[in-house]
């Protein structure tokens, strides 16, 4: 499914996986909590990789998870 955001357009599919890909990883790392509520930074973070270009979910995720992890010990 696509939906357009501005003129953007996401493939929510692709961002759903990565993201979930992305969450499970850090929830079980211990980085985010394990609860319902989406992380909106890791969210943000996946869109904005979706944005620039990246459409592999499985890269996306590992990006997201790099990114994620590098600020979150600054």
Do not use: C, H, T
């Amino acid at each position: 499914m696509l939906v357009e955001r501005g003129l953007q357009v996401i493939s929510v599919e692709v961002v759903g996986d990565a993201y979930a890909i992305a969450s499970n990883y850090l929830r079980r790392s211990g980085a985010i909590p394990d609860n319902l509520v989406p992380n909106e930074r890791l969210l943000a973070i996946i869109v904005e990789l979706f944005q620039r270009g990246e459409r592999n979910r499985i890269r996306l995720a590992n990006k997201a998870i790099s990114e994620f992890e590098a600020f979150a010990f600054v």
